[in-house]
């Protein structure tokens, strides 16, 4: 499985941004999917996930401003950013978690809010 995100860049506080990550392989429908962040010198944290049945949950820091959202058909997670703050600014990455345990990591991209 490859996961592959794009959509990141540099947007003014109060913008907006939608991350895509497109999986290869036939496995994206029955599985839990979610997108984490990284910042320079922080751990990874998760922003949001959604499960296969579309349940959805958000990092207190970013509810009520970004919606998970996925198209099974597409094979495809978005990440809907609205509202942005300096503070969102982080590496993202989309990550899809098999029923073991296990999954699998996608490259980040770059999601840059100045003030």
């Known amino acids: 499985v490859q996961l592959q995100a794009s959509g990141g860049g540099l947007v003014q506080a109060g913008g907006s941004l939608r991350l895509s990550c497109a999986a290869s392989?036939?496995?994206?429908?029955?599985?839990?999917i979610g997108w984490y962040r990284q910042a320079p010198g922080k751990q990874r944290e998760l922003v949001a996930a959604?499960?296969?049945?579309?349940?959805?949950n958000y990092a207190d820091s970013v509810k009520g401003r970004f919606t998970i959202s996925r198209d099974n058909a597409k094979s495809t997670v978005y990440l809907q950013m609205n509202s942005l703050k300096p503070e969102d600014t982080a590496v993202y990455y989309c990550?899809?978690?098999?029923?073991?345990?296990?999954?699998?990591w996608g490259k980040g991209t770059q999601v840059t809010v100045s003030s």
């Open positions: 959604i499960t296969s049945g579309g349940s959805t």
């Open positions: 392989g036939s496995i994206f429908s029955s599985n839990d």
């Open positions: 990550y899809l978690r098999l029923p073991n345990g296990m999954g699998y």
